[in-house]
């Protein structure tokens, strides 16, 4: 059964270059999650969705960022310009919208802004 | 308030030693306790979860210990193992369809052998 899939695994970039990072999440899983994890800040959430509808994004830095959900086995999240402390690993994660279920973490892109 | 503090940031065990990760929540609206295992260029994955009826759950050498009155939760790893060295995030959210969970900040355990 596969699991979460993102997409790419490493990212390095110039500053001002846009940088989309994809992510495929658990088939049937009506919830999804976009991570930025950094040793400073740790795990920070920055948007979630329901149904492919965005439902809190008050965890995105700055309009720089912005993440889609055209349906419901695809999301995307970019960032444009890119600035070097955007640097980070960015994590999406899948759930059920049932009570106790765990959210399944994809394996993470590791970004880096020169 | 949505914060979940942990502690230590970091923790050192001998093989076969207890390792103890403490975490705190104010929010008393929180009713389901998670914590999340994360190995290096891996994302974090379930471990072990509580609701807060019980003041105790135990899988394996991984055991949660709940205390509701003092808003407080710990996890021991009994007879800790190299395998073990990870990062540990306790976790809490509200049941009743908000999924969004609130994270603690982490604690990086090394097991030495």
């Known amino acids: 059964d596969a699991g979460v899939i993102q997409s790419p695994r490493h990212e390095v970039t110039e500053m001002g270059q846009e940088v989309t990072l994809r992510c495929k999440p658990i088939?049937?899983?009506?919830?999804l999650f976009w991570y930025r994890q950094t040793m400073m800040r740790g795990l920070e959430l920055l948007i979630y969705f329901n149904n492919n509808v965005p439902i809190d994004d008050s965890g995105m830095p700055e309009d720089r960022f912005s993440a889609k959900m055209p349906n419901a086995s695809f999301s995307t999240l970019k960032i444009q310009p890119s600035e070097p402390r955007d640097s980070a690993v960015y994590f999406c994660a899948s759930s059920l919208g049932v009570d106790g279920q765990p959210q399944h973490f994809g394996d993470g892109t590791r970004l880096s802004i020169l | 308030q949505q914060q979940v503090k942990q502690s230590p940031q970091s923790l050192i065990v001998q093989k076969g030693g207890i390792s103890i990760i403490n975490c705190a929540y104010e929010?008393?609206?929180?009713?389901?306790f998670p914590w999340y295992q994360q190995f290096p260029g891996k994302g974090p994955a379930l471990l072990i979860a509580?609701?807060?009826?019980?003041s105790e759950k135990k899988e394996g050498r991984f055991t949660i210990s709940f205390n509701k009155s003092a808003k407080q939760f710990s996890l021991h790893i009994m007879d800790s193992q190299p395998g073990d060295s990870a990062t540990y995030f306790c976790?809490?959210?509200?049941?009743?369809?908000?999924?969004?969970?609130?994270f603690g900040t982490g604690t990086k355990l090394q097991v030495i052998p």
């Open positions: 929010n008393t609206a929180f009713d389901y």
């Open positions: 088939s049937g899983h009506d919830y």
């Open positions: 976790a809490a959210n509200i049941s009743g369809g908000y999924q969004k969970v609130t």
């Open positions: 509580i609701r807060p009826d019980v």
